[in-house]
Nanobody, 121 residues
């Protein structure tokens, strides 16, 4: 089994920064893509950013230039540096990981439990 645990959310004023992280643990052979999604009240969950094990990062238009996704493969951890935060960034942020648990197993998508980010003065 694989677990994803997020941390680093919180309350911040507009223009501030946060850097949530998400650590994957358990029976991990390899991780392909790791990503961050968010869901605001009354809205659908949306992609914020994604980073493959190799290749270019992908960002939602609404966060380009303000958010940066990165990962530490040795720690199976993904980070989301969020700068110049706006009230409309308020949401529950979820991480996910596309994991292979063995050399012959198929990939499976796992999700974290979510961390609240609130941007308010």
């Amino acid at each position: 089994q694989v677990q994803l645990v997020e941390s680093g959310g919180g309350l911040v004023q507009p223009g501030g920064s946060l850097r949530p992280s998400c650590a994957a643990s358990g029976s991990i052979f390899s991780i392909n893509v790791m990503g961050w999604y968010r869901q605001a009240p009354g809205k659908q969950r949306e992609l914020v950013a994604a980073i493959p094990s190799g290749g270019s990062r992908n960002y939602a238009d609404s966060v380009k230039g303000r958010f940066t996704i990165s990962r530490d493969n040795a720690k199976n951890t993904v980070y989301l540096q969020m700068d110049s935060l706006k009230p409309e960034d308020t949401a529950v942020y979820y991480c996910n990981a596309d994991v292979r648990t063995g050399i012959l197993t198929s990939r499976q998508l796992y999700w974290g439990q979510g961390t609240q980010v609130t941007v308010s003065s």
